[in-house]
């Protein structure tokens, strides 16, 4: 069998998760304009949720999964009101946000940590055979996995581009000022982009924990994947961190061919210094004007 | 027994103020948010731990080429670095503790992996051992106290004040003669081989450093240490490292598993963090309060 | 007298946005220019072209001589070009005094220069502080030595950061609008001390929409518009330009 085909089918189903933390994370970015770190605490949440509603309280996965969503959603928010907003008001505001999302992520995975302990968890669903796919094997779970983040990432663009809230939202993160003077809630916006990057890291979380294994410290490394990948692809623009993402798993997966498998995660970041080194706007960004004036 | 226990905290509590102290220079002197600091104790450790086992190589030799080696690194990573502004600077700084992580992991036949290295001896002085507790403590005490007096002539110095100006304007100071690459790239040397000096230290007391000493967790750890104590003050860094080495020692006593005591010592950490950002940005011992303290002190005298 | 800074055919774009297109002109050793225009004519982008904050797209900049292409702001500020801004940029967490110690270059600035060579470096912080406190007496801040200069009011900043250029000992010193938003009092004041500073053989450039100030203070006057310069020459000829009235009646 060729190998290539399984590395690209493998590199796919990655990037589906790299992509959908890369677009919650960029929509996000858009409003808060500083690196949240805390969207990993989103992500580890939404997947021991559904680990929880549907394995030790036996729901159906459905509901474990809606469950899951919203209370990633929650997260986020809450967060965002608690810690978030009253920072605004700092005077070195960046760097107050910045550590305070990374004390929130590692207190968030300290609590599930406790609560859940150390050990692997598995959602253990039914191994079924793989699939032929154009000369990859593929198991139908991971099947859904490369289906379900075009899905979600078609009903982001129908709102961010056929409604007028999805208007408003673009507006405000495109300036802040000048939607204000039309008459748009910034801050409401700002809630509502949380809710939005929030579920989105809570999907990909159980995309996750339906085919791979459940661990306390799987938040971290995907946080900051999600964050390459949105650097990648150019920061703040939502398509472009999806393909950015895509980009990455791909990368990764091909990268293993030639590496040791264990450098997997140091690829990433290989790719990450190499951007900020040639390319920091990232591939479909452009350059934002530091002081231009007459 | 209790003095082993405490002249061990002691020593810890040494090698995290070495730490913290160093990183300060970054953060706080030069507003170089690198989270990358852990990676050069990790370097600093490993070196010198593998020259000991694998050359016998003496500690002091050991120690400055673990400092050395994590200055060189520092340097190394001041290049693609120092051009970024905060959030980029973060990310590449992190990326750089992960890619250093992966190979300690995985390039099994230099650094044995996840194995990790164990019978890494302990220093000699003149002829005799520094292994019994007291005698490292003073070793440990003696490296932080060099750390507080180096770090606090070159803070002083007209190259601190370079530091400070590219700190709160790197445009002002590029525009006044200040070459603010190649400073920013000094400092973070010069942190990072005090790191290393503390990675030495520490491998040579523990005996034995795998890779799982050395994560991520441990850099926000030492960040959080740094921000308690207050940024732009040495003095804080010393505190904020004491205070947070000695908060979860109680939990050590209770009956609880391991996972939990881990999940509640990072917690405490964690927690404190969010704290003194959103009660008290400056930290406990910031510049401001240290210095605008003994203005009011010193005005009140002459006033008097 | 000879030109100390000579601009040729200067070109800078920001994306689609031409805001200096072909710009030349000179300024005249000791002596005090004006660089006018209307809102978004390019002069700040000017200055930041000559101090090497952005690079040059085409055309040469010489200073007493010498070509400033490719150099970096330090390097053009060890030259002697030293420069105000226009949203003030003076460090807020130093004192006042430090603001101006900053500006003084020594030999002794290393990262161990304090623990090496001792003597020599309190030795040049003798000689930079005497230098601060000459040049914070130049601009009456006398008494805010040991302020943080980030509690100055905006006029005392205004006047720190042009002393800050005074310390530095620079042959040209740039100003961008250094009286935009001052008191009438520390007008008069900006306006005694850019005349005796040309006195001691300073050479300065301004960037100004005060109008009076200009025409009472300066001996050149260069107007831009769209990024190129329309008139030069002294006050009295380009009042009377044509083409400088059609600009700023926005013809």
């Known amino acids: 069998m060729d190998i290539l085909p399984q590395l690209i089918m493998n590199g796919l189903i990655a990037g589906s998760v790299y992509a959908l933390m890369a677009a919650g994370f960029s929509l996000m970015y858009g409003l808060q304009r500083f690196m949240n770190v805390a969207h990993g605490a989103t992500y580890l949440v939404g997947a021991f949720a559904a680990y929880a509603c549907a394995r030790l309280a036996g729901m159906p996965l459905a509901l474990s999964f809606a469950i899951a969503v919203l209370v990633a959603t929650g997260l986020g928010v809450a967060i965002n009101q608690l810690v978030y907003v009253p920072l605004q008001r700092q005077k070195e505001k960046d760097r107050a946000l910045l550590l305070a999302s990374f004390g929130v992520f590692l207190l968030v995975e300290a609590i599930i940590l406790m609560v859940f302990g150390a050990d692997v968890k598995s959602f253990g669903l039914p191994v079924r055979k793989g699939m032929d796919v154009l000369g990859a094997v593929v198991t139908p779970v991971q099947l859904v996995i490369i289906l379900a983040a075009p899905l979600v990432f078609l009903g982001l663009w129908l709102f961010l581009y056929r409604t007028r809230t999805g208007t408003a939202l673009r507006a405000a993160a495109d300036n802040e000022a000048i939607a204000r003077t039309m008459g748009v809630n910034v801050r409401a916006m700002t809630t509502l982009t949380t809710a939005l990057g929030s579920a989105l890291a809570g999907v990909a979380g159980i995309l996750v924990a339906l085919e791979q294994n459940l661990e306390h410290s799987m938040g971290l490394p995907a946080v900051l994947k999600g964050l390459t990948a949105a650097i990648i692809g150019g920061i703040g623009n939502v398509p472009a961190a999806i393909l950015g993402g895509y980009l990455l798993g791909l990368a990764e997966n091909l990268g293993i061919w030639y590496l040791p498998s264990g450098y997997k995660d140091a690829i990433a970041f290989v790719i990450l210094i190499l951007f900020l080194l040639v390319r920091p706007q990232g591939f479909f960004g452009t350059r934002r004007r530091e002081e231009a004036g007459g | ?304 | 007298m000879s030109a100390l800074l000579d601009v040729r055919g200067l070109h800078k774009g920001f994306g689609g946005v031409k805001a200096v297109a072909g710009c030349s002109f000179c300024v005249r050793e000791r002596s005090i220019t004006a660089l006018i225009g209307p809102n978004g004519a390019g002069k700040t982008t000017v200055f930041n072209l000559i101090t090497g904050l952005i690079p040059v797209e085409r055309g040469e900049i010489a200073f007493g001589g010498q070509q400033l292409h490719a150099l970096r702001s330090h390097e053009i500020f060890d030259l002697g070009i030293a420069r105000t801004f226009q949203m003030l940029r003076i460090f807020p967490k130093l004192t006042a005094l430090e603001n101006l110690m900053i500006a003084q270059r020594g030999r002794a600035e290393g990262i161990f220069d304090a623990l090496l060579r001792p003597s020599l470096v309190r030795e040049e912080e003798r000689a930079r502080r005497e230098r601060a406190h000459e040049c914070l007496r130049m601009v009456g801040l006398e008494e805010k030595a040991h302020a943080k200069a980030g509690g100055l009011s905006y006029g005392q900043q205004k006047l720190l950061d042009i002393a800050r250029c005074v310390a530095s000992g620079a042959r040209l010193i740039l100003l961008d609008e250094p009286v935009a938003g001052v008191n009438p009092t520390v007008r008069e004041r900006i306006k005694a001390l850019l005349r005796s500073l040309r006195e001691r053989g300073t050479t300065i450039l301004v960037i100004e929409h005060d109008m009076g100030f200009v025409m009472d203070l300066c001996d050149e006057i260069v107007v831009l518009d769209h990024g190129e310069e329309i008139a030069s020459g002294p006050p009295e000829r380009v009042r009377n330009d044509r083409r400088v009235i059609a600009a700023y009646l926005g013809e």
């Open chain 2, 1 to 304: 027994m209790i003095e082993q226990y405490l002249l061990h905290l002691f020593i810890i509590a040494c090698v995290y103020a070495i730490l913290a102290m160093s990183l300060n220079l970054a953060v706080g002197f030069t507003g170089l948010l690198n989270l990358g600091h852990v990676a050069f104790y990790a370097i600093g450790a490993y070196t010198s731990a593998l020259l000991a086992v694998g050359l016998g190589v003496p500690f002091w030799g050991g120690m400055l080429a673990g400092g050395c080696m994590a200055a060189l690194f520092g340097y190394l990573l001041s290049f693609p670095t120092v051009r970024l502004k905060g959030d980029y600077l973060v990310l590449g700084t992190l990326g750089f503790t992960i890619i250093v992580e992966a190979v300690l992991k995985n390039w099994a036949s230099l650094t044995r992996g996840p194995l990790g290295i164990a019978g890494i001896p302990k220093p000699r002085l003149l002829g005799l051992s520094l292994s019994p507790l007291p005698a490292y403590a003073l070793l440990a005490l003696a490296a932080a106290l060099l750390t507080y007096w180096l770090l606090s002539l070159v803070v002083a110095s007209p190259f601190g004040r370079t530091l400070k100006a590219i700190r709160d304007d790197e445009v002002a100071a590029g525009a006044l003669g200040k070459d603010t690459f190649r400073a920013k790239a000094k400092a973070l040397a010069l942190s990072a081989f005090l790191a290393g000096v503390a990675g030495a230290l520490y491998a040579h007391y523990i005996t034995f450093i795998d890779p799982s000493s050395f994560s991520i967790t441990e850099t926000i750890l030492i960040f959080s240490m740094v921000l308690v104590g207050g940024t732009a003050s040495l003095l804080g860094s010393v505190a904020g490292a004491a205070l947070l080495v000695l908060l979860p020692e109680p939990l050590r006593f209770l009956p609880i598993p391991s996972d939990i005591v881990g999940g509640m010592r990072q917690a405490i950490y964690a927690l404190l963090l969010v704290l003194v950002i959103l009660k008290r940005p400056q930290g406990l011992l910031g510049e401001d309060t240290l210095r605008d303290a003994w203005a009011r002190a010193r005005r009140r005298r002459k006033g008097a």
